[in-house]
């Protein structure tokens, strides 16, 4: 199994970039894909998650300037980042689990499969 991320780098506050996670080794289309990020000294938080039918949940810090999308036929699942905040530091990582629906915010314990993750910096 393999979560490959990319699309991270360095942008100034305002500014938008796409990551992408293109997923192998599953049957995609029965994973719930999310991504999570985690900051120098800080917990690991959920940032969005959709489900296998497409269902989205967004943290509350990211929600309406992040867009979480899926392409079962590419198995892939993208972040659509829009209007980025230094705040917005972190690596980010994409994660499968089977059958998930995310309902609230969560710290991805217990995701079955975690990709190495991608540096987005915001600068201010």
């Known amino acids: 199994v393999q979560l490959q991320a990319s699309g991270g780098g360095l942008v100034q506050a305002g500014g938008s970039l796409r990551l992408s996670c293109a997923a192998s080794?599953?049957?995609?289309?029965?994973?719930?894909m999310g991504w999570y990020r985690q900051a120098p000294g800080l917990e690991r938080e959920l940032v969005a998650g959709i489900s296998t039918g497409g269902t989205t949940y967004y943290a509350n810090l990211v929600k309406g300037r992040f867009t979480i999308s899926r392409d079962n036929a590419k198995r892939m699942v993208y972040l659509q980042m829009n209007s980025l905040k230094p705040e917005d530091t972190a690596v980010y990582y994409c994660a499968a689990d089977l059958y998930k629906t995310w309902t609230g915010s969560d710290t991805g314990y217990g995701m079955d499969f975690w990709g190495k993750g991608t540096q987005v910096t915001v600068s201010s």
């Open positions: 080794g599953i049957t995609f289309g029965r994973y719930g």
